[in-house]
């Protein structure tokens, strides 16, 4: 049986992003490599994503004036 794996082109469309934008994330280790060339299986790329922290985790930074409340 042969065994499929996913290329950074994949991954990226698998995450909704450009080929450019995957090159900031930092990838799982790979699951195979051929040559210098990089492959994760789909459930590698899909078990990673979904450990990554949310957008805004931690707060960022505090505001310069906080408003308050009435």
């Given at each position: 049986?042969?065994?499929?794996?996913?290329?950074?082109?994949?991954?990226?469309?698998?995450l909704g992003i450009s080929k450019a934008a995957i090159?900031?994330?930092k990838l799982p280790e790979p699951d195979v490599m051929i040559g210098r060339?990089?492959?994760w299986k789909?459930?590698?790329?899909?078990?990673w994503n979904s450990a990554r922290p949310g957008r805004g985790?931690?707060?960022g930074r505090p505001r310069k004036h906080q408003?308050?409340?009435e």
């Open positions: 049986m042969t065994e499929h794996y996913l290329g950074v082109t994949q991954v990226a469309e698998r090159s900031a994330y060339t990089r492959g789909a459930e590698t790329i899909d078990t985790v931690g707060g408003q308050e409340r």
